[in-house]
């Protein structure tokens, strides 16, 4: 199994530019998340979803969209950067199963930056 | 809104040392707690876990954590640190509900010296 993963690694932007982050993940856990982690602030919450078709917004949604068409995908969009959106972005999910069903498991991240 | 504080942002050791680090969240609940690991350039990677049960719990590479509720504190130990522990940890903790969010402290940077 690969995990979680996420395309691409690094990306840089300029102001206004769109993109999509991609995370996908073959453990066939049903939540997904997407996390940004900026230095001193720990990981924060953008969006999550809890099966294929749904999304609901984090603790820091504004700027970015979201889709959950597939259960192994997750999409991250930004449809016009920002500078503050310069971070690393991180895609977690977690397993249906008790016993461990609270467990996040994250891919290596994407580091973007937006000029 | 349930929170996570970290209170020592950057802490410096030399091998062998002895590790603990703070971890104090705000939440009257049934709560889970986590620590993770981010060693440079990498993802996070869970170290340990409380779900219930016995509140001394034991992580990979000689890693423990102390769950008090009294305190509402979990803080992570190890007994004698290495240079390979130099990385950042994270607290996190995860409330009743069934969005299952995480909520993460803001990350304490271990540097061990050789």
């Known amino acids: 199994n690969a995990g979680v993963t996420q395309t691409p690694k690094f990306r840089v932007l300029k102001t206004g530019q769109s993109m999509t982050l991609l995370c996908a993940q073959d453990?066939?856990?049903?939540?997904m998340y997407w996390y940004r982690q900026d230095p001193g602030m720990g990981l924060r919450l953008i969006h999550y979803?809890?099966?294929?078709?749904?999304?609901a917004k984090g603790e820091v949604p504004d700027g970015y969209n979201v889709s959950r068409l597939k259960k192994q995908n997750f999409l991250l969009g930004l449809e016009s950067a920002a500078p503050s959106q310069t971070s690393v972005y991180f895609c977690?999910?977690?397993?249906?199963?008790?016993?461990?069903?609270?467990?996040?498991?994250f891919g290596p991240g994407t580091r973007l930056t937006v000029l | 809104a349930q929170s996570v504080s970290q209170h020592n942002h950057h802490v410096i050791l030399s091998e062998a040392a002895s590790l603990e680090l703070g971890c104090n969240y705000s939440y009257g609940g049934t709560v889970n707690l986590f620590w993770y690991v981010q060693y440079p350039g990498q993802h996070l990677q869970l170290l340990l876990k409380y779900f219930s049960g016995d509140p001394l719990v034991k992580g990979i590479k000689g890693f423990e954590a102390e769950f008090i509720k009294s305190k509402f504190s979990f803080n992570l130990r190890k007994p004698s640190v290495q240079w390979s522990d130099t990385a950042e940890y994270f607290c996190?903790?995860?409330?009743?509900?069934?969005?299952?969010?995480?909520?993460f402290g803001s990350g304490t940077q271990l540097t061990v010296l050789p």
């Open positions: 996190a903790v995860l409330v009743g509900g069934s969005a299952r969010q995480l909520t």
């Open positions: 977690a999910s977690s397993p249906p199963w008790a016993g461990r069903k609270n467990e996040q498991f």
């Open positions: 453990m066939n856990h049903e939540y």
């Open positions: 979803s809890v099966g294929e078709g749904t999304t």
